[in-house]
Structures are given as structure tokens and as C-alpha cells.
């Protein structure tokens, strides 16, 4: 049977296996699973940083379950795993459903992992109903999504659609704060010496040329508290928000905690609090958000004035202009409460900024958002309830997601699912399997919408 | 002769060899030598962590040279080493010159290395006089004054006291920012490891009754501005300010930074950023200080809002009263910060005080303190100016310091030399030769005057 064979009524019904897919979800957290916080069998989180030991053990799972369903498996020079279920035409590329295996350090079992699982259930469903897809059905795990490990998000994505060079992408320094978690080595990997270490160095150059997609299809959960809050099930992404990542140095003077009054202070941490503190304000002012993840003071002693401070820097809006405005206002703050701390000695603090990612505002394909749509919207009429189109509502995404880089180069958009109180990046991140089924009900259905109307 | 045997004229007319000083305290810091600040053989800073490599070779040394000066050696359980040159009398203690050969990380040459090397350096003149003095003398370098790399300032002084248990002591873990630079070690090291590593967990028990003394010595760096602004040569200690440390823990919620509002955070790095600001205005407001020298915050992702952050806490104050108000002013202050951070999802922030060290204000002996007056006033009088006089005055301390926890014991002062822009614990932390060697003129005069008055 064909997709193209299908009548709509039939695509229309296509639903995934909701408890084979949570036996698949929860089983491969059996790798990096993390901090518990109840008492059932798959009440952790997870910690799973990319290109650890368990990473390289999810990955080969991930092959060897792909194999299975008669998937063609190829790695890449950044470790990103595709799985080609082929089609009836060979001369096409195939459409994608991806997402990545890689957490937080302490991070949740549905984030990113729950993308990549519906991909595999999907396979399951059509290899069971005995579906074939007119263009080939592809799953792929890509590396280092979160920038939790190697400070930039989605640099594999971003790698493949030639936005960030695979040299730099190589060069990635992990993070000193996680390195403990995901190494014995004394000396902090790179992103190719942790790639050679697993053996996920892959031979296929990294680009959208070598391992072209015809769309790219994402499901994850939202992460944030819309869906659950309104008492909807299915998010139809159509964009997601801008952000730039940077480290900040503030440059001040070592000094004596005990024989030093605070004007004689060139004190780095204590104008960091200041920054930290007015960035909150000013992001706010204009509807947006910055968050810092990562601090480090120097020399690190109790009875010395730290004279570098070192932080982590996340500026996020709707729009890109945003993000460039709320960087703009908090240069001129941070100078200014720089220019304070230190005046008394006249050797005020210092401020340096390094971007290092930069993520513009997205939009998502209309394509690829339609049938989605459409897909959402036969799947939530299972609820039985008088108005389940309601249950479907389109949405922005908060976080980034391997589709903003997917989205540079071939037709894409996502899927999301409530998840408890909003929370992600947290261990007890959780959405019931139920909710996950939904999505990746919506998935199968998309990814069959989107065969038939490529070759329709 | 003996010094009961001098007139006073000649007691006053007691020199140390200002550049045999010089020589041998840059000679010992060929061990740790740090930040380098200028082109000048010495211009460097230095970086000895107690019980590090670098610091077990300037303890040999520091044995070696002081057997060369026919003293008898012992080291205690804390890895102090008492090096005592006899006196005619062989059944009292001797009178101490005592400080430290620790440093900070990013700590200067002068800093505790000084108050040793002018015990070494009375030492010499008095050999090359054929001095002999009626009790011995005796020169104590104790271990981890600074506190920086096993987190209590004056620890071993501290347990010579019996102020502090040898086990709490013994059981210290070295501070995580500064322990890669003071160990090869994967796991942390303890006190009582490192001390048995460098072959310093001496067999003496370490108690002020196993190794007793007449009185206790310290010349110091004044580490703070009062005498080079005011063009003053000599402080003569009285007093040390009081001071407390702490390790606080803010209690928050790990979330998404880039999908969770502002109100939805339990941000606990953005409360701690509050609570560092609030603090200086509290400090301040009552003329005390407060200082975070080591801040750490977890997961330690850039996309992650911090749900743990853990920072040291240095509260001072010239009466112990003071630091109690601020104490709990700041306990207020920094629960209602917590509580509105993570009051819009009902989870706000917890803070958690653990007090690590409390030192009292101390007030020296007037015995000492007198030998110093005397001492520094016929010292100075080599200026040659009118009201050479003026150029000493009585100063309190507002670093701690090992006679902190002599002076609970025996009576004890300190003496104090300018140093450049009262800096300290900074890698130009500087004083120059010719007020190294006045300090040390008046350590040699001051040693001399006591042990005259204890058989007078
Ligand atoms: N979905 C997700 O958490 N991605 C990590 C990249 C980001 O920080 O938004
Ligand atoms: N003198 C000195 O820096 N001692 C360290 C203990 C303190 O923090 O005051």
C-alpha cells in the first residue's frame, strides 16, 4: 500500500502505538537516566550529555533499532545519524522527522528524546500497516541540540545547513561547569576529539548537500506552560523566537575581602550582580527575556575580591530587532555600572562581550505548517468533544530547535505537546504518554500528508 | 652576650641586613612564582596554595635554613613548623616570630612570607652578633593561614589554640575553584591528605601545650591604606576586626531559559544577585563589609536557569557585635529576596546558611604591644626627620592573622609596614625593601625587648 492510495479518510486515521511508544521512550532512557525524583521505574531525569558514554550507547541503539526497520543509516562529520526508510522513488530526498538524544546535565526524558522516538515509531507503524512512502521516510538524531555540552545550540543543524563552520563546530570547547559530567579526560574536549573518542566522527561531510532533505517534520514538547495552562493538546508551530548567546567578562581588581572598603573596590562580582539584576529590568521593559546560566569568579577564594567574572549571557524576543535593541540598552548598562565599581581607585571595571550564537526570529514552511494542521486537528478528534479543533491552537516556540537550522534550507515546521506545569530543562519534565502519542500521531499523519502532496 | 646584658641604647640600635632580607624573601618565592606584572626579575606575584608542591619545597628550605641557624625543628600534626634557636634558659618556651608561607591564588610576595623571613632574618643578626637571649626564639610557619584552598583562614594556628577540633581541621576538603591548581588529584583533597602527600602531618601533637611559647610575634604587609596614605612607616597592632564566613545556599528550580517567564523563574542565581547587591547597601550602611569571593552556580548550562547556587560569605566588622547585627539583618533580607523569587508559581526560593569560621575581634597584649611602641620609635628614628614619632601609630587590623588565635593563648602583637596602594591579596601586592627591613628591625628589637622583660 502506498501513501498516495490513501483516501483521506484513511490518513485521517493513522494513529501510532501509544504504549510501544512509551516502552521505546522509556527504554532508551535506560542510557544517562538522571537525578530521581519519584519512586516508578521512569520517575528520573535524565543526563545525557552529548557525545558522553551514553550518548555513543543511545546512538548505537538508534542504528541498530533503525537497521532493524530496514533504515540505511549514515553518520556525518558532526555525528548526525540519519535513517532512510526508502521509498518507491530513489532519485528523491526523503522526508525527515528529528530531533536529538542528548539532555541537560539535568535535564528531562521528553525533550528532543521524544522527537527522535516518534520518528522511530513512525517507521513501526508503516513497516507493521506494510506503508510505503512514495519519497523515503528518514529519522535524525542530531548532536549537541542543546549547547548544554559545546556552547552553541543546534550547531549540527547549523553545521549541516552551512551557517556555522564545521571548523569552528570542531574547535567547540566543552562547558568547564559539565565536564565532569561527560568526561575522564583532564584536559577539556572538543567537539571532534569527543567525536573520535565515541567513534561518531562520521565519513559523510556535514551539509545539506551531501544528506539533502525534502522537508523536515519536529516534534517536541512546548516547554512552556501555553498548551497545559489552556487545556489544549497539540501546538501547530509556525515560528520560533530569536535569540543570541554571549560571554561576558567583567574585568575588575583582585583585592582583600577584609582590608579593602568598598570604594577602594574594583569588585567584578559585585558589578556582575549589579548587571544581572538590571538585565532582568530591561529585558522585561520590552517583553523580553535574559537568563544567566553560567558564572564563574576568579580566583575563586573566599577572602579575595574577585577581579574576573566570567558569565554566560541569553537574550531572547519574539522579534530579532528585539533582541539587537535589549543587547544595545544593556551594553550601555553594563558600561555604566562598570564604570561605577572602581571609579573610588580610578581603575573602573571593564566589560567585554563575545557572541557567540546568534538565532534570528524563524518562520516555519506554510507547507509543512498545513499539514500539520490538518493532521492535528484528525488527530484531536479522538477527545469526542464538541469543538476539538480548539484543542489545536498555532503557537511560537520559546526554545530553538534543529528545525530553526532545517528551516534555512528545506520546507520544516514542528509539532508540540503540553508538558507538566510548563517545566523542561528540569528533571521532572514530563508529558503523559498519552499527549505523546497525540503528537506523534500528528508526526505520522504529517509526514504522510506531505508524501502524498509532493507527488499529488 | 647576652640581651639581658645590653643597655637600652644598644637594644635601640638593633638593624636587621635590609638586603639579606630582600635577597632571602625573593629567594623563597622562586617556589610558586605567579602573575608576572613587570620585566623585573621579582615582578612577579605568587601562587603557593598551603600543603601544594611549590609549598613543600619552600618548607624544606624553610628547614634547612633555620637547622643551618642551629635550630631545633619539629613539625605537628598540622604540618606548623617550629624552628626554635635555644636560649640559656632551657626550661621556658621561647618567644615566636610566626606567620605563613601560604598564599592566595593570585596572591603577592609579601603576604605572611615577610613575617617569616624576618623571623629567619632576627635569626641571622642575632648568629652573626653571637646574640644569645635568656629564653629561646623561635620562628613558626603555619599552615593554611590564608584559607584559600582549604576554606578556614588561620586553621592550624586555629587547632594549635584548641580553638578549632584537629578532626574538623584534619577533615577540611580543599575550595573547588583553586583545587587544580594545587593538586593533580581527581578527587579533592582533605587536609589531612594533602598534609600526609607532602610529608608534612608531623608527629607532634598540635596544641599550645605540646608547643608552648612565651609570646607570639607578626610582622606583617598592612594590607590596606591607612599607613602608605598617610606617609606613615610603622603600625603597631592592637587589634584585629572581627569576621565570619559562611557558605550559603539559594534553593530555586531548574527551568528553560528561553521558555519560562520571568515570573514562572525560580532564578536562584538571579536572587543571589540581589542578595550580593543588597548586602554591600546593609554592609554599608552599619560601616562594615561583606564580600562573595567564590560563586557556583548549577546545572551550570547556558540554557538552563540556575536551581542551585552555593557562594562564600565574608561578613567583617571592628566589633564581633556588628557582625551579628549585619548577620541577621542579612538573614532577613536575603529570605525575602528568596521569597519573591518563585512566589508566581508557588516554589519561591530558600536560602541556606552554613557558618564555617567565626573569629571574634581580639585585642593584643599590652606587654607586646609596648616592646612594639618602643621598638618602632627608636626603628623610625633613622628617618632623621623632627617628629620621627608620628611616623608610628597604633592601627587595628582588618585581615586576620595566625596571632589571632596565638593571642586566645599567649601574649601576642603585630607589627605593620605600608604597602603599595594597600593592595593585597593581588600579584603587585608590594612593599618596599627598606620597609621590609624596618618591620623586621622592629620584630628584632621587639623579640629582644621581650625576652629582656620576661627575666628583668
Ligand atoms: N529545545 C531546547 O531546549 N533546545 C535548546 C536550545 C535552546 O536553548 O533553546
Ligand atoms: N592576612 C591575610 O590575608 N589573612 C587571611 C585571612 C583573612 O581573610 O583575613
Redesign the interface.
Known sequence: MYTTDLSEEQVSALRVNKDRLAKDLHYSCQWGAGIRWGDGSTDTGMQRLALSDEDKKVRDWFIETTTNLKCRVTVDEMGNIFAVRPGRRKDVPATFIGSHLDT???GGRYDGILGVLSGIETLKVMEEMGLETEGGVGVVNWTNE???RF?V?MVSSGVWAECIPLERAHGLKE????ASLSTAASAPETMKSALEKIKYLGPVPCSYKETPMAAHFELHI????HLVSAGQRVGVVTAV?A?R?YHIDVIG??????????Q?RA?A??A???M??RA?EV??SHGC?A?????E???????????LVSF?F?I?APETELVTIVEADLRKEFDLIAAEEGKG?GKPCRVEWRLDFDSPAVKFHQDCIECVQQSAEAVVADANVPDSKSLVRTIM????HDSVFTSKRVPTSMIFIPCK???????EEFSTAEDCATGASVVLQAVVRYDRKRFA
Request: hydrophobic fraction near 30%.
Open positions: 541537560q546535565p539535568t542543546e549547547g548544554a556552547p545550540s562547558v568547564p561547569t559539565v512546548e516547554q512552556g506552560p523566537q535569540y548567546w581588581r583582585d583585592t582583600h575581602t577584609g582590608t579593602t572598603a568598598f577602594h569588585d562580582l559585585f556582575s550582580a549589579r544581572m539584576v532582568r529585558a522585561d527575556l537568563s544567566v546560566g553560567i558564572i569568579a576568579k580566583p575563586g577564594s573566599i577572602n579575595t575580591v574577585p577581579g554566560s541569553d531572547r581607585i516556540s520559546g526554545a530553538g506545569d510548563g517545566l523542561s530543562h528540569h528533571p
